[in-house]
Nanobody, 117 residues
Framework: QVQLVESGGGLVQPGESLRLSCAAS????????MGWYRQALGKQRELVAG???????NYTDSVKGRFTISRDIVKNMVYLQMNSLKPEDTAVYYC???????????WGQGTQVTVSS
């Protein structure tokens, strides 16, 4: 069964940190690159961080130097450490396969991150 469950979101003030977790069920997630996406209200979902099966990471410019993606292939977990959060980081965050030859899996419920003073 293929399933993605995100957790760790919350309400924080600007400059604070959060760590998001993604529990993946299904062997495909161990074999492919994984990413964290976010969707702000009224905007399209965007890929903010990706990590290959070998551990190579990529980030969208707006989060470089602040966010760190990591994964534990044995546990089938993906993490996103978010530091120095800004109000513009407010969004629902999702994990899924990175864009490629395999279509995205069914999206999980996501986890809400709200950055506000």
């Amino acid at each position: 069964q293929v399933q993605l469950v995100e957790s760790g979101g919350g309400l924080v003030q600007p400059g604070e940190s959060l760590r998001l977790s993604c529990a993946a069920s299904g062997s495909i997630f161990r074999r492919r690159g994984m990413g964290w996406y976010r969707q702000a209200l009224g905007k399209q979902r965007e890929l903010v961080a990706g990590i290959s099966r070998g551990g190579t990471t990529n980030y969208t410019d707006s989060v470089k130097g602040r966010f760190t993606i990591s994964r534990d292939i044995v546990k089938n977990m993906v993490y996103l450490q978010m530091n120095s959060l800004k109000p513009e980081d407010t969004a629902v965050y999702y994990c899924n396969l990175i864009p490629g030859p395999t279509s995205p899996a069914a999206w999980g419920q996501g986890t809400q991150v709200t950055v506000s003073s």
